[in-house]
């Protein structure tokens, strides 16, 4: 099985307990008196991170030239949720550059506008975080950025963030700044699902990339006789079969986030490094 990619070097910057029941007139003030208090702090709490978009059901596109048939299954429960990162945390920022393609998420290229984030090795999971967005509010203002890389040094709650993103929320002269962050739900606009076979890919070991699907990813499966075969997740982000491969292909591909969005794309071929792209999306 060819060997993960290596990370290159990347230039940096620098581096609840219940309320007692009111017994007595005086005793119901003081506990509205309290709640008003707290929603005002809740306020202030979530005017720092823009709200992100509401729930929305997968929608049915076109089959796609170049994959073949795509549909869409309906919404099922959330899968393989991240806790930690739907949370508002609170941290810090630093800037760099990626010095080629798409950081240790195997993206060919950098997202359009450039603006992108490497997590710390506890954040970015191992890969489960790959493709999804994060909403990152700073002293200058908000910018959604998409995970394409880990930051190795990093401690968790240290975002590594593109210059051009941290120049949206901070003045990069400073070369840190305190930020707060979260995960961004069902993100848009969405592409269309794209695919690409990893080099050394034949018959007998398939590795998969996917792209441009919005939120993290929960799993990725192969049709084969009649039933569902999860690929297992690299931490350089392809969804691999092996022991045995998936056969010569061309392959029915399930693709589900963790939101539950849920899609079918039909005849991905077994074409070393190249684009596959779908017309359909996952929401």
Same mark, same amino acid.
Not at 86 to 94: I, K, L, P, V
């Given at each position: 099985?060819?060997?993960?990619?290596?990370?290159?070097?990347r230039?940096?910057?620098?581096a609840?307990?219940?309320?007692?029941?009111?017994?007595s007139?005086?005793?119901?003030?003081?506990?509205? =008196? @309290?709640l008003?208090?707290?929603?005002?702090?809740s306020?202030l709490a *979530? %005017?720092?991170v823009?709200?992100?978009? &509401? $729930?929305a059901?997968?929608?049915?596109?076109a089959?796609p030239a170049?994959?073949?048939?795509?549909?869409?299954?309906?919404?099922?429960?959330a899968?393989?949720a991240?806790p930690d990162?739907?949370?508002?945390?609170?941290g810090?920022a630093?800037?760099?550059a990626?010095?080629?393609?798409?950081?240790?998420c195997?993206?060919p290229?950098p997202?359009?506008?450039?603006?992108?984030?490497?997590l710390?090795?506890?954040e970015?999971?191992?890969?489960?975080?790959?493709?999804g967005y994060?909403?990152?509010?700073g002293?200058?203002?908000?910018?959604?950025?998409?995970?394409?890389?880990?930051?190795?040094?990093c401690?968790?709650?240290?975002?590594?963030?593109?210059? =051009? @993103?941290?120049?949206?929320?901070?003045?990069?002269?400073?070369g840190? *700044? %305190?930020?707060?962050?979260?995960?961004? &739900? $069902?993100?848009?606009p969405i592409g269309?699902?794209a695919?690409?076979?990893k080099?050394?890919?034949?018959?007998?070991?398939?590795?998969?990339?996917?792209m441009d699907?919005g939120n993290?990813l929960a799993s990725?499966?192969?049709?084969?006789?009649?039933?569902?075969?999860?690929?297992?997740?690299?931490e350089?982000n392809?969804w691999v079969?092996?022991?045995?491969?998936?056969?010569p292909?061309?392959?029915?591909?399930?693709?589900?986030d963790v939101?539950?969005?849920?899609v079918?794309?039909r005849?991905?071929?077994?074409?070393?490094?190249?684009?596959q792209?779908?017309r359909?999306?996952?929401?």
């Amino acid at each position: 099985m060819p060997p993960a990619p290596s990370l290159s070097p990347r230039p940096r910057a620098l581096a609840a307990n219940r309320a007692p029941t009111a017994r007595s007139p005086f005793a119901a003030l003081s506990v509205l =008196a @309290a709640l008003s208090v707290l929603s005002v702090f809740s306020a202030l709490a *979530a %005017a720092l991170v823009p709200a992100v978009p &509401a $729930d929305a059901s997968a929608s049915t596109e076109a089959a796609p030239a170049a994959t073949g048939t795509a549909v869409t299954t309906p919404r099922t429960a959330a899968a393989a949720a991240l806790p930690d990162l739907r949370r508002t945390t609170s941290g810090t920022a630093t800037f760099y550059a990626l010095r080629s393609g798409g950081g240790n998420c195997s993206y060919p290229a950098p997202p359009a506008g450039g603006l992108y984030v490497a997590l710390s090795p506890a954040e970015y999971a191992k890969g489960a975080r790959c493709g999804g967005y994060l909403t990152v509010a700073g002293p200058k203002g908000t910018v959604r950025v998409k995970i394409v890389d880990q930051c190795p040094p990093c401690r968790t709650g240290q975002l590594d963030l593109s210059r =051009a @993103a941290f120049a949206r929320i901070a003045d990069p002269a400073r070369g840190t *700044a %305190a930020v707060r962050y979260r995960l961004a &739900a $069902d993100p848009r606009p969405i592409g269309r699902l794209a695919f690409r076979v990893k080099e050394g890919s034949s018959q007998w070991w398939l590795a998969l990339l996917v792209m441009d699907h919005g939120n993290p990813l929960a799993s990725v499966e192969v049709g084969q006789g009649g039933r569902w075969r999860p690929l297992v997740r690299t931490e350089y982000n392809y969804w691999v079969a092996q022991d045995p491969g998936a056969g010569p292909g061309p392959f029915t591909i399930r693709v589900t986030d963790v939101r539950g969005h849920r899609v079918t794309v039909r005849k991905v071929r077994l074409s070393v490094g190249a684009l596959q792209r779908s017309r359909v999306r996952l929401y």
